[in-house]
């Protein structure tokens, strides 16, 4: 892992302003007299920022200063408030869901001085990422990946239709043998396999048969009653053949009777 040493700039209308940076570790401090051993990388530079991984690699309390040059104008010399010590260092983790059986995992190293000091980000970091199946009230770890780098896609070839797969991130930093704590656990549903999909399907295929068989012999008795009128009309007598074929009949006695 790498740290750096960043400070705010010193701003002089058309002049640039070069920095130094020095370090004080325990043996300069306990032993040496407090001496400050000057950084060279870091000597008259314009920019605000210096690399300090090489000076700082022991795992002990170290201070370090800045001052600002101008010409043959010298600041004063800032130094930390609280020493800063690489083992310090941290390494939140994330870990996003981005569908289809697939996760991002993603860390930041960041180190501070002290609890009482602002974190920093640092640059890369080792991340480890271990993804659980949840059934019930069991878990089973199903996968467990090591990647490098910032950021890395971890994908998962196979998912139980249904099941519930959590995944939570963890970054280890080799450089100073440190794990961070584990990220916040997330939780997604397995795809079904289209089986939802299935059902829908033979559940709606079943009423419109059910709908279809229910409304043919109304839809059949109304076709043939259509055909029926179409073909015999049914025609009324006008009201003046009705008596005609009222009149009533007489009985006729007969004549040869005796």
Same mark, same amino acid.
């Given at each position: 892992?790498?740290?750096?040493?960043?400070?705010?700039?010193?701003?002089?209308?058309?002049?640039?302003?070069? *920095?130094?940076?020095?370090?004080?570790?325990?043996?300069?401090?306990? *032993?040496?007299?407090? !001496?400050?051993?000057?950084?060279?990388?870091?000597?008259? !530079?314009?920019?605000?920022?210096?690399?300090?991984?090489?000076?700082?690699?022991?795992?002990?309390?170290?201070?370090?200063?800045? =001052?600002?040059?101008?010409?043959?104008?010298?600041?004063?010399?800032?130094?930390?408030?609280?020493?800063?010590?690489?083992?310090?260092?941290?390494?939140?983790?994330?870990?996003?869901?981005?569908?289809?059986?697939?996760?991002?995992? =993603?860390?930041?190293?960041?180190?501070?001085?002290?609890?009482?000091?602002?974190?920093?980000?640092?640059?890369?970091?080792?991340?480890?990422?271990?993804? $659980? $199946?949840?059934?019930?009230?069991?878990?089973?770890?199903?996968?467990?990946?090591?990647?490098?780098?910032?950021?890395?896609? #971890?994908?998962?070839?196979?998912?139980?239709?249904?099941?519930?797969?959590?995944?939570?991130?963890?970054? *280890? #930093?080799?450089? !100073?043998?440190?794990?961070?704590?584990?990220?916040?656990?997330?939780?997604?549903?397995?795809?079904?396999?289209?089986?939802?999909?299935?059902?829908?399907?033979?559940?709606?295929?079943?009423?419109?048969? #059910?709908?279809?068989? $229910?409304?043919?012999?109304?839809?059949?008795?109304?076709?043939?009653?259509?055909?029926? *009128?179409?073909?015999?009309?049914?025609?009324?007598?006008?009201?003046?053949?009705?008596?005609?074929?009222?009149?009533?009949?007489?009985?006729?006695?007969?004549?040869?009777? =005796?």
């Amino acid at each position: 892992m790498k740290h750096f040493l960043t400070w705010s700039p010193v701003t002089v209308p058309g002049e640039t302003v070069r *920095y130094s940076v020095e370090f004080q570790g325990e043996y300069e401090r306990d *032993y040496a007299n407090e !001496i400050w051993i000057p950084i060279s990388e870091c000597s008259l !530079i314009i920019v605000t920022q210096c690399n300090v991984t090489e000076d700082i690699s022991a795992t002990v309390p170290y201070n370090l200063r800045v =001052r600002a040059n101008l010409g043959s104008q010298v600041s004063k010399w800032s130094t930390l408030k609280v020493l800063f010590n690489r083992i310090t260092s941290t390494a939140p983790p994330s870990s996003h869901w981005l569908g289809t059986g697939q996760w991002e995992c =993603r860390a930041s190293a960041w180190g501070k001085s002290s609890t009482q000091s602002p974190m920093t980000p640092l640059p890369r970091s080792r991340t480890c990422c271990w993804l $659980l $199946l949840e059934r019930s009230t069991v878990s089973e770890q199903v996968y467990k990946k090591t990647v490098k780098g910032i950021s890395s896609v #971890v994908h998962l070839d196979t998912m139980e239709a249904g099941a519930e797969y959590c995944v939570k991130a963890q970054t *280890y #930093v080799e450089a !100073i043998n440190r794990s961070s704590n584990f990220s916040q656990t997330q939780c997604v549903c397995g795809p079904d396999g289209g089986r939802s999909t299935w059902m829908m399907t033979a559940v709606v295929s079943f009423a419109g048969f #059910v709908v279809g068989v $229910l409304a043919l012999p109304f839809l059949a008795w109304k076709i043939s009653q259509i055909f029926q *009128y179409s073909c015999c009309p049914v025609i009324v007598l006008p009201d003046t053949l009705a008596p005609l074929l009222q009149l009533p009949l007489a009985m006729v006695p007969n004549q040869w009777e =005796r």
